[in-house]
């Protein structure tokens, strides 16, 4: 008995036959261009915004999107130029302007 050694019973348990992908498919390319939980269009609209405040209970408030990051949406929140945590997010709705 030979023995194999672990790193290639591994690698060779991950990779399915095929190419990858689900059954062996062929894997779907990658998007390009930046991926975004809002809407373009959004930018510098009124919108209504439900979030979590810094002591965990909900908050409710009109803002103007004005635009977002990695970390959230940056808006103009009562008047300040705030960042939403994507965590702290919970509706975001476009309002009739």
Same mark, same amino acid.
């Given at each position: 008995?030979? =023995?194999?050694?672990?790193? =290639?019973?591994?690698?060779?348990?991950?990779?399915? =036959?095929?190419?990858?992908?689900?059954?062996?498919? *062929?894997?779907?390319?990658?998007?390009?261009?930046?991926?975004? +939980?809002?809407?373009?269009?959004?930018?510098?609209? &009124?919108?209504?915004? !439900?979030?979590?405040?810094?002591?965990?209970?909900?908050?409710? &408030? !009109?803002?103007?999107?004005?635009?977002?990051?990695?970390?959230?949406? *940056?808006?103009?929140?009562?008047? =300040?130029?705030?960042?939403? &945590?994507?965590?702290? +997010?919970?509706?975001? !709705?476009?309002?009739?302007?």
């Amino acid at each position: 008995m030979t =023995e194999t050694p672990l790193t =290639e019973v591994l690698n060779g348990a991950s990779r399915p =036959e095929g190419g990858g992908g689900a059954q062996g498919s *062929i894997p779907l390319p990658k998007r390009s261009g930046a991926r975004t +939980l809002l809407p373009e269009t959004w930018l510098g609209r &009124s919108v209504r915004v !439900t979030y979590l405040d810094a002591f965990g209970s909900g908050a409710e &408030s !009109t803002a103007t999107l004005l635009d977002w990051c990695g970390h959230g949406a *940056i808006m103009s929140l009562s008047g =300040e130029r705030t960042v939403l &945590s994507w965590d702290a +997010l919970r509706t975001v !709705t476009l309002t009739n302007d």
